[in-house]
């Protein structure tokens, strides 16, 4: 999530710290994905869900120390587990093979360019984190931000739901159909 929030704030120059955020974004509470972090700057979201911006907060925390732990997982050394080495090597694979495949993309991609390495990074997550699984009070951290994302997410949907649904604005998708321009809707990300 740290290196996600640094990409929000990226330049559209190509630096592996974007693509690495990028990467990690799917095991780390990636709630920029989800509800882009400039778009609490209009404050109409905190004016309509202020009950939902604890939560928010407890999923950027809870992200940053993830993503700072997975990091750290990388250069730590376990003698006494060779499959430590193994997933980690799968995973620094797996980020080679997304940049190059970005390489060849027009535009920066965005996170759902990575989904397809998804499992990688979920693997080399939960393999990193099982050390420290063990200890209770980490167990209470991560169900407790497990919980949060839960009831931002639903914050987050009935947001949604209210402004950008097509069920609730269906005469913009059918005039949009009719018209055959499906610009009346919105951009593709590539012309935004």
Request: net charge positive; hydrophobic share 50%.
């Amino acid at each position: 999530m740290f290196l996600h929030c640094l990409n929000s704030i990226r330049s559209t120059s190509r630096n592996s710290s974007s693509f690495l955020g990028i990467y990690f974004g799917y095991a780390c509470f990636d709630l920029n994905r989800f509800r882009p972090l400039d778009a609490f700057d209009s404050g109409r979201f905190q004016d309509l869900f202020p009950w939902a911006i604890p939560f928010m907060y407890i999923i950027i925390i809870s992200g940053l120390l993830q993503a700072l732990w997975l990091l750290i997982s990388f250069f730590r050394k376990n003698k006494n587990d060779p499959m430590t080495r193994r997933v980690t090597n799968l995973s620094i694979v797996g980020f080679i093979l997304f940049f190059i495949s970005s390489l060849f993309s027009l535009t920066v991609p965005l996170s759902h360019a990575a989904v397809l390495f998804f499992p990688l990074v979920v693997i080399y997550a939960l393999h990193s984190l099982r050390e420290p699984m063990k200890q209770r009070w980490v167990k209470v951290w991560l169900y407790s931000a497990f919980a949060s994302a839960m009831i931002f997410y639903a914050a987050n949907g009935l947001d949604r739901y209210r402004t950008i649904s097509i069920y609730k604005n269906r005469e913009a998708v059918v005039k949009a159909l009719e018209q055959n321009d499906y610009r009346l809707v919105g951009k593709r990300r590539y012309e935004q």
